[in-house]
């Protein structure tokens, strides 16, 4: 319990001026050469030019990916990395970076700071993220929250079983889907960002060099 109470401890004092977030999922197996890598890196520097900062896990593949495109564009880059037994180390393109024990200390931490998630295709661990952000919009444990996914033929199945069977059984609400917006294009995902986040929550721009948010009264 002490192990896990600094755990968190920790988490805050280091991510407490990183000011508002988009944290981008999926997988760390993509190479540099994998057009999800690229997707990633084009839509991170879109993002981070709106004045967001970019978080992710730390790791390799689509997080490397988010975090070097906001390095392209200038902004801040923030990685909440995890010790593993086969050790994942942190990329090079982060500003900051924290080592987790825990993966729920984690995920606590990548959801508390962002006002919207990315999400690429991705294995287990992604999904997990996934399905616990949109879990906490659905039940209203976070607010209007826009939940993003990238790599529309990747998802299909997946889309179409929440929409179809899922919908169909009664397991969730007609308007649950809605939660997920699915594009492959990275200006709809600024535009989504600019809708749902930055008006939503009444994000006011600062006037430095790297742009920044914040909420506004």
Same mark, same amino acid.
């Given at each position: 319990? =002490?192990?896990?109470?600094?755990?968190?401890?920790?988490?805050?004092? @280091?991510?407490?001026? =990183?000011? /508002?977030?988009?944290?981008? *999922?999926?997988?760390?197996?993509?190479?540099?050469?994998?057009?999800?890598?690229?997707?990633?890196?084009?839509?991170?520097?879109?993002?981070?030019?709106?004045?967001?900062?970019?978080?992710?896990?730390?790791?390799?593949?689509?997080?490397?990916?988010? #975090?070097?495109?906001?390095? !392209?564009?200038?902004?801040? @880059?923030?990685?909440? #990395?995890?010790?593993? +037994?086969? %050790?994942?180390? /942190? #990329?090079?393109?982060?500003?900051?970076?924290?080592?987790?024990?825990?993966? *729920? =200390?984690?995920?606590?931490?990548?959801?508390?700071?962002?006002?919207? *998630? =990315?999400?690429?295709?991705?294995?287990?661990?992604?999904?997990? %993220?996934?399905?616990?952000? $949109?879990?906490? $919009?659905?039940?209203?444990?976070?607010? !209007?929250? /826009?939940?993003?996914?990238?790599?529309?033929?990747?998802?299909?199945?997946?889309?179409? *079983?929440?929409?179809?069977?899922?919908?169909?059984?009664?397991?969730?609400?007609? !308007?649950?889907? #809605?939660?997920?917006?699915?594009? !492959? @294009?990275?200006?709809?995902?600024?535009?989504?960002?600019?809708?749902?986040?930055?008006?939503?929550?009444?994000?006011?721009?600062?006037?430095? +060099?790297?742009?920044?948010?914040?909420?506004?009264?």
């Amino acid at each position: 319990m =002490v192990r896990i109470a600094a755990e968190f401890i920790r988490g805050f004092r @280091s991510l407490h001026f =990183v000011g /508002p977030c988009v944290t981008f *999922f999926g997988s760390a197996r993509f190479p540099e050469t994998h057009p999800h890598y690229d997707l990633a890196r084009k839509t991170a520097a879109a993002v981070a030019r709106m004045g967001f900062t970019i978080m992710t896990g730390g790791g390799p593949g689509i997080m490397e990916a988010a #975090n070097r495109g906001a390095r !392209d564009a200038g902004g801040r @880059s923030i990685g909440c #990395n995890i010790e593993l +037994p086969m %050790e994942q180390r /942190p #990329n090079p393109y982060l500003d900051r970076f924290v080592e987790f024990r825990y993966f *729920f =200390v984690r995920k606590v931490m990548l959801v508390k700071y962002s006002y919207a *998630f =990315v999400v690429l295709p991705g294995g287990y661990g992604t999904l997990d %993220e996934l399905f616990e952000a $949109v879990t906490l $919009v659905q039940t209203g444990k976070i607010h !209007d929250f /826009p939940v993003v996914l990238m790599g529309r033929d990747y998802w299909a199945p997946m889309i179409e *079983f929440i929409r179809g069977r899922m919908v169909e059984a009664g397991t969730i609400s007609a !308007d649950d889907p #809605n939660i997920i917006t699915v594009t !492959d @294009s990275p200006e709809e995902a600024v535009a989504v960002l600019e809708r749902e986040a930055v008006k939503t929550f009444g994000l006011v721009r600062t006037a430095v +060099p790297r742009r920044r948010w914040f909420l506004g009264e």
